[in-house]
């Protein structure tokens, strides 16, 4: 077995990639390796990370992972929550914080998240808010996590009015990535992460659009020579963006390609139906289709992009759903500033923008055609 227990090694072996995200606030690596759960304790400490060290995890994961990681780190203390998007609320943030002021932990300490965007998100949460904040660590599980979420300091919880209401941005200090934890991930969970691959090749990198494209047989099969440099394209994009925009005033709102629409179909749906990637891929269908109509976008790189999501796998059912309640709850969005929603328009394989004019008839009618019902 590999050094973190998760089973032989498939391919050639993967030498370590660091990314070195540098943001006005802090900087911290991004360490991908595979096997690199096993080093987890070298790794913190050439970090210097924390004194007294809390876990922050999800008994699913917990159980997949949690003797490899013990094993890494002896005697962790260990604070289990729940997963899934209907868990990430203040009331889960409150359980960390409960065991926290229990455990008497002081600023001296420091937070592990291991697990995917949900846990990362929470424990990320809390680690911002905690005696004002604490330092945290991103451990991602999840493929979603791995590309996406454990990377550029946005943390935060729902509310039920609308995804991510509740947050702040906190720089982790350091981001530990082993690809071969992405054996034990379930088919959907690992196709969710990979629509958010997807996300970045439309948005940004024409080149990583169609490595997924031509090599989606090889990604599935999980080999970690073919995982890891997608993983690190996918993190090399988002740190650049993150490092000259931390705060979402410019170019990170790029980032939120297939957030808006996608969000809100999470919301009407009660974080209930889709996963998160599962969502942003049909709010990139939307996004897409309403750039077509508008002229922003040929017919033919939408057209790609429906397709390159159609192949991947069946995502769920919108015919019940109805547009009103999906305007309804884009206007609740966070992206809406002063009044205007800053909507994100492809406008060519590897290219997007910020619009901050696309009416609610337009949104209406995109969604009309990507299926819900007037």
């Not at 209907?86 to 002081?106: C, E, F, G, I, N």
């Not at 949460?125 to 999840?142: D, E, K, M, N, W």
């Not at 054996?183 to 959907?188: A, E, H, S, V």
Request: overall charge neutral.
């Amino acid at each position: 077995p590999g050094p973190s227990g998760h089973g032989p090694r498939t391919g050639h072996r993967v030498d370590r990639t660091r990314i070195d995200v540098r943001t006005a606030s802090a900087g911290y690596p991004i360490i991908i390796e595979p096997g690199l759960l096993g080093g987890l304790r070298q790794l913190l400490e050439d970090e210097h990370f924390g004194g007294r060290v809390f876990i922050v995890s999800s008994p699913t994961v917990w159980r997949l992972h949690g003797t490899a990681i013990s094993g890494a780190l002896p005697g962790p203390e260990c604070i289990l929550i729940p997963d899934g998007e209907r868990a990430k609320t203040l009331q889960t943030t409150s359980r960390v914080y409960d065991a926290l002021v229990t455990a008497r932990a002081d600023r001296g300490a420091g937070i592990i998240a291991i697990g995917g965007g949900v846990i990362g998100d929470t424990a990320g949460f809390a680690a911002a808010t905690y005696l004002r904040g604490i330092p945290v660590a991103h451990v991602p599980t999840t493929l979603l996590a791995q590309v996406d979420s454990a990377v550029g300091g946005k943390v935060g919880v729902n509310h039920p009015l609308g995804k991510n209401l509740v947050g702040a941005f906190h720089q982790p200090q350091l981001v530990a990535i082993d690809p071969l934890v992405l054996t034990t991930l379930p088919r959907r969970e690992f196709r969710a992460g990979l629509y958010e691959v997807v996300k970045y090749g439309m948005a940004f990198d024409a080149e990583l659009f169609e490595r997924v494209r031509t090599g989606t047989h090889a990604i599935f099969d999980r080999s970690p020579d073919v995982l890891a440099p997608i993983i690190a394209s996918s993190c090399r994009i988002k740190a650049a963006v993150v490092e000259e925009d931390e705060r979402e005033r410019g170019r990170r709102r790029l980032l939120n390609f297939g957030h808006t629409a996608g969000h809100a179909l999470e919301a009407i749906t009660k974080y209930r139906r889709f996963r998160h990637g599962e969502a942003v891929a049909l709010g990139m269908i939307i996004a897409a289709d309403l750039a077509v109509a508008r002229g922003a976008l040929d017919a033919d790189a939408r057209d790609a992009l429906v397709q390159l999501i159609g192949g991947l796998g069946p995502l769920p059912s919108i015919a019940d759903l109805r547009v009103e309640d999906a305007l309804e709850a884009i206007r609740h969005d966070k992206k809406v500033v002063d009044g205007r929603l800053h909507f994100v328009l492809p406008v060519a394989l590897g290219r997007a923008t910020v619009a901050d004019d696309v009416t609610e008839r337009e949104l209406g009618n995109a969604l009309g055609r990507a299926g819900l019902r007037g």
